[in-house]
C-alpha cells in the first residue's frame, strides 16, 4: 500500500512491525517476518534515512517508528518539494529550447521567403512532416508516384500515419497502379485502409505532393531530382490549384481493393490504356516507365502483351488497330 510513497516490501514490512512491537530487536523482527536478519537491517538503515526510522529515548542504540501522521506526511513534502524542482527544471528547459530553435533557425540552411520554404535534404523534409502531421485536425491528402516505394520511406511514414489515424484524422492517398505489384508498399496501402484511411491508384500521377489541413504543402522542387529538396508552402495561390489536382487525381482513380484491371465496356485496363497513349505521344520505354511507375522490362512485356491481344506485327500496327477499337 505504501509502495506509491516510493517504500519496497520489506520497508513496509518492517514499517508496519516497529509500530505495532516497538520493542522487537533485529532478531525478532527478522523471525516474525520470515526474513533474514541481514535485510531487516538493510529495511532498517532506509527506514532511518526516510525519516520514519529514529534514535529510540528509552533504549540506548535502538529505534523508535515515527507515527505514519508526522512520517509519511513528511514524506508526501518531500515528493512535492522534488516535484517541484522538477516542473522548474521543466521550465527553464523550455526556455532553453525556445530559445535554441531561434538560434537554429538563423543557422539552418533552409531559406524561407513569405509563406514558402525551401527544406534541404531529407533529414529537414522528415522533420517539417512531423510538425506538420503533429498539427492536423482534419485531412491529409497526398499522391505518391513511382510505383514501388523505399523501405525507408514506408518506415518513416508509419508512425505519423498511425499517429494520425488514431487522432480521428482523414487520409487520402493515391498511389500508382504498379504500387499494387509491390509487396511492401501493397502492405502499406492496406495497413492504411485498415486503420481508416482511404487509398486509391491511378496508373499515372502527377509530381509527388502533401497537403495538410487543405493549407499547407509539400511539393518536390524538381521531381526528377529529389537531392534538390523540397517546398513547404502555406500560400493559398499555390496550395489551392494543388487540392484541385488532387482531388481531380482521386476522382478518376480506382480504390484500392477494387478490380483495377478490365472495364467491361472495352476489355482494357486503364494501366494498358495508359501506356498506348504515352507511346503513342512518342515517350521511349524508358520515359513511359518512368511515368507509370514500372521498370522497362515491365514496359515491354506489357506491350508485347497487346500486340498479341490486337494480332499486330509491330507498334505502329497496333497504335493504329487500338486507335481503331478506341482505346487511344
Known sequence: MLEVLGLDTDEESVYRAMLTAPGDGIEALAGRLGMT??????????????????????????????????????????????????????????VAVARAVAEYADLRPNTETEQTE????LDAIQERLVVLAQGLTEECQSIIPGGAQSQRSLDAGRPL????????????AVYQDSARNDGPTLAYAQWTTERGGLVRTSPVLPPRMLIFDRR??????????????????SSPG???PLV????????????????????????????????????????????????????????????AALMERLNATSRFEAGLKAAQRGWL
Do not use: Y
Open 161 to 172: 500515419d498511425e499517429a494520425v489515424l488514431g487522432r480521428g484524422v482523414q487520409i487520402r
Open 37 to 94: 536478519e541481514s535485510r531487516v537491517r538493510d529495511a532498517l538503515d532506509r527506514l532511518v534515512d526516510r525519516d520514519l526510522l529514529t534514535p529510540s529515548r528509552e533504549s540506548t542504540g535502538g529505534l523508535r517508528a515515527v507515527s505514519p501522521e508526522v512520517g509519511l506526511e513528511l514524506m508526501i513534502q518531500r515528493q512535492e518539494a522534488e516535484l517541484a524542482r522538477r516542473q522548474a527544471e521543466l521550465a527553464q528547459s523550455k
Open 118 to 121: 525551401r527544406l534541404v535534404g
Open 238 to 240: 499555390i496550395v489551392a
Open 244 to 303: 484541385s489536382l488532387f482531388e481531380q487525381t482521386w476522382e478518376t482513380a480506382v480504390p484500392l481493393g477494387a478490380d483495377h484491371r478490365e472495364r467491361p465496356e472495352d476489355g482494357i485496363s486503364a494501366g494498358d490504356r495508359e501506356l498506348l497513349r504515352l507511346l503513342a505521344s512518342g515517350l521511349t520505354d524508358e520515359g513511359a516507365g518512368k511515368r507509370l511507375g514500372v521498370s522497362v522490362r515491365t514496359v515491354r512485356r506489357q506491350m
Open 216 to 233: 499547407t504543402a509539400i511539393v518536390p522542387i524538381d521531381p526528377q531530382n529529389s537531392k534538390l529538396g523540397a517546398l513547404c508552402t
